[in-house]
């Protein structure tokens, strides 16, 4: 017998009962929240081939993916780490609608290396994706659906961080001489570094180089905004991406709302305004989202999409743990009008749990303040005295 047969590995965990109700009521809450918004709830597999999970401009997301070779057909399979490309394939082949798609999933995927020293190694994903439109009402409704997400959940001192990913990109259009420093300009930039930065862009024009540095002091309110047009070059499509952010500025008056242009996490992934959600208490991101409009070229059907993902995991590691709930304690015996009579309690919504004098109650969910008891031939509720 292995004595350490119990021991899961590293950054992997259980889901106890009491936190496993909090995600099971957030899981429910969240998706009926997507149902009213008219999106439609896909679960793909948990396996699939490389080429559906993977792209080679994501050498991230690769080094997470777990990989071997199937026995039965020779090829590579993975775990999913990651399940927007599935939806996006669901998306593109297997609904193959011409008109616009809400969809919404739910379920776990496996990181090889987990993101953060303090994150699982097994997230367990919730989100929305809206496919063919590529307005900004798109983006505006996964804006508002990811708030609205988040107070759903009750999350402490929300903050959703918006940015662009075109604004960057139009600077760098304009430099070829950054064109294979390209990641670590974005590097710098992601860590505020202006001192990599300036090296970086000594040889570049003037105005780019300006620009890239300004960038790194343009996060705050609503007010950042209108500091990019002074310090940003007037670009056309610089101008529309910042008019784009301040149409969507308008739409939450929550004060959850801030704005970061030099946040570009996922830039390689990203074609258009991003979001990252952050909340009081998590040092890491606990939620990702924004504009994909290529996501669906590896299966040959490249349609808008903008979405986001929330990890439920993390989610219920920053609320207390449900209170227990009220139940019934009754005889654990086989009788057919005691039977009768827990199922009667059971179907009006009622939690029975039948115990033997020998055991004590002892679910972390349930406290027991009521008993069946037989009166008079009829089996009824009471009130447990206190001893």
Not at 51 to 64: H, I, S, Y
Not at 87 to 105: F, W
Not at 149 to 157: E, H, I, K, M, T
């Amino acid at each position: 017998m292995n004595k350490n047969a119990w021991v899961l590995p590293d950054q992997l965990a259980d889901v106890l009962p009491r936190q496993a109700r909090t995600l099971e009521a957030l899981r429910r809450g969240l998706l009926d929240l997507y149902r009213r918004h008219g999106y439609e709830l896909v679960m793909p597999p948990l396996v699939e081939y490389t080429d559906a999970l993977l792209d080679d401009t994501d050498d991230d997301l690769d080094l997470r993916t777990v990989k071997w070779a199937d026995a039965v057909t020779g090829k590579t399979l993975a775990i999913r780490a990651d399940m927007t490309p599935q939806v996006a394939r669901i998306d593109a082949h297997l609904l193959n609608r011409s008109g616009v798609a809400r969809l919404c999933y739910f379920g776990s995927v496996f990181h090889a290396r987990a993101a953060g020293l303090l994150t699982s190694r097994e997230p367990m994903h919730i989100g929305a994706e809206v496919y063919g439109h590529s307005g900004l009402e798109a983006d505006a409704e996964i804006q508002s659906l990811l708030l609205a997400s988040l107070r759903f959940c009750q999350l402490p001192g929300v903050r959703l961080d918006v940015s662009h990913a075109q604004i960057v990109r139009a600077l760098l259009a304009r430099a070829p001489q950054l064109q294979y420093d390209k990641d670590a300009v974005y590097s710098a930039l992601q860590a505020k570094d202006t001192a990599a930065l300036h090296t970086l862009t000594r040889a570049c024009d003037e105005e780019v180089g300006s620009a890239l540095l300004a960038l790194v002091d343009l996060y705050g309110g609503v007010e950042v905004l209108e500091r990019a047009r002074t310090s940003l070059p007037p670009y056309a499509e610089i101008s529309k991406a910042l008019d784009e952010l301040q149409t969507l500025a308008t739409l939450d008056d929550s004060g959850a709302l801030q704005f970061d242009l030099a946040d570009l996490t996922g830039y390689d992934y990203h074609t258009g305004v991003m979001f990252t959600a952050y909340c009081t208490g998590m040092p890491n991101a606990i939620a990702r989202g924004g504009r994909y409009d290529h996501i669906g070229e590896r299966f040959g059907r490249a349609r808008p999409a903008t979405g986001f993902s929330l990890d439920l995991r993390e989610v219920t590691e920053l609320l207390p743990c449900a209170a227990p709930s009220t139940a019934i304690a009754a005889p654990w015996i086989m009788t057919p009008d005691l039977r009768k009579a827990v199922e009667s309690l059971r179907a009006a919504g009622e939690v029975v749990i039948q115990l033997t004098e020998q055991h004590q109650h002892e679910e972390d969910e349930f406290v027991c303040d009521r008993e069946l008891v037989l009166d008079a031939g009829q089996w009824v509720v009471q009130p447990i005295k206190a001893k």
